[in-house]
C-alpha cells in the first residue's frame, strides 16, 4: 500500500511535489551556461528531493489514515 501510494503520488505531482517538480525544471531550463558536470548534479538533486517529497506526503497520509481508522 505505501508503495502504491508513493508511486500515485509521484506520477501525478500534486501540491507541493509539483511545485517542486516545476522549480528544478524551470532553473535546469534557464542556466545556459552552467557546465553539463553542474546540470548533471543539479538534475540529479530535484529528482531526490521529488522523491523524497512524494515519500513524506504519502507517509504523512498513511499516519493521518490510521489516526482516522484504529486498527
Not at 9 to 23: F, N, Q, S
Amino acid at each position: 500500500m505505501l508503495l502504491d501510494s508513493s508511486v500515485f503520488l509521484y506520477a501525478v505531482k500534486p501540491g507541493p511535489i509539483g511545485m517542486i517538480d516545476r522549480h528544478f525544471k524551470n532553473l535546469e531550463s534557464n542556466s545556459g551556461t552552467t557546465s553539463a558536470m553542474l546540470q548533471i548534479i543539479w538534475r540529479g538533486f530535484g529528482i531526490m528531493v521529488d522523491d523524497l517529497a512524494a515519500a513524506f506526503f504519502t507517509l504523512l497520509a498513511v499516519a493521518l489514515i490510521q489516526k482516522i481508522i484504529p486498527l
